[in-house]
């Protein structure tokens, strides 16, 4: 098993650019979600799925799209990147039921210039 | 609304001393689940312990020890005789049991980072 697997590592954008960050998991976990981590902050949740075409927000969306086509694959857009939006970036995941352990993936650090 | 607070934002000590890292947490909810997570300099987040609110007793595990007290509202974490290895940033996350459409939200404190000195 892989497990959570996110790319890419590291990127640079411009203001106002857009991309994707890639989520996978390969343990079948219906449940997944993004997080993101700034100093001194902690991990703030920003979406999370509980299934395959089932999204909701978390505390700080704004600024990022999600969807989830298949179990394995939960993609973060951002639409129109801003400084602000400087991070790093968790997937986690974990099976549904009790309340779950969450098995995060390596991170993605973003800098948007 | 849930919080966690990690008031210590840094701690340094010298190895084989042990050190204790606090968490407080705050709830409506009688049902919750409390964790520990590590992020070593290598970034990625580690899961220590979980912990739901029926559930008082100590856990031990090693050289780690967890302490949750639901009358102080605390789930602090102590390491004895600590080790260069040790250090890391820790966090203290706290999650509701109601699954409202199968939701696992974790609120996560502002994590701690520990160094151990040799």
């Known amino acids: 098993n892989a497990g959570v697997t996110q790319t890419p590592k590291f990127q640079v954008l411009k203001t106002g650019q857009s991309m994707t960050l890639q989520c996978a998991q390969d343990?079948?976990?219906?449940?997944m979600s993004w997080y993101r981590q700034d100093p001194g902050m902690g991990l703030r949740l920003i979406h999370y799925?509980?299934?395959?075409?089932?999204?909701d927000q978390g505390e700080v969306p704004n600024g990022y799209n999600v969807s989830r086509s298949t179990t394995e694959d939960f993609p973060l857009r951002l639409l129109s990147a801003a400084p602000s939006q400087t991070s790093v970036y968790f997937c986690?995941?974990?099976?549904?039921?009790?309340?779950?352990?969450?098995?995060f993936g390596p991170g993605t650090r973003l800098t948007v210039l | 609304a849930q919080k966690v607070t990690q008031a210590q934002t840094e701690i340094s000590v010298v190895e084989k001393e042990d050190v204790t890292l606090d968490c407080v947490y705050e709830?409506?909810?009688?049902?919750?689940?409390l964790f520990w997570y590590k992020q070593p300099p290598s970034g990625e987040l580690v899961f220590l312990i979980r912990?739901?609110?029926?559930?008082?007793q100590n856990e031990i595990s090693g050289r780690y020890s967890w302490n949750f007290q639901k009358s102080t509202s605390s789930f602090n974490f102590t390491i004895t005789a600590s080790q260069v290895v040790d250090s890391a940033v820790y966090f203290c996350?706290?999650?509701?049991?109601?699954?409202?459409?199968?939701?696992?939200?974790?609120?996560f404190g502002q994590g701690t980072r520990l160094t151990i000195n040799p």
């Open positions: 343990m079948n976990h219906e449940y």
């Open positions: 709830t409506r909810d009688t049902t919750y689940y």
């Open positions: 986690a995941s974990t099976r549904q039921g009790f309340v779950n352990e969450q098995f």
């Open positions: 799925s509980v299934g395959a075409g089932i999204t």
């Open positions: 996350a706290l999650s509701e049991a109601r699954e409202i459409q199968g939701a696992q939200k974790l609120v």
């Open positions: 912990r739901n609110s029926f559930d008082e």
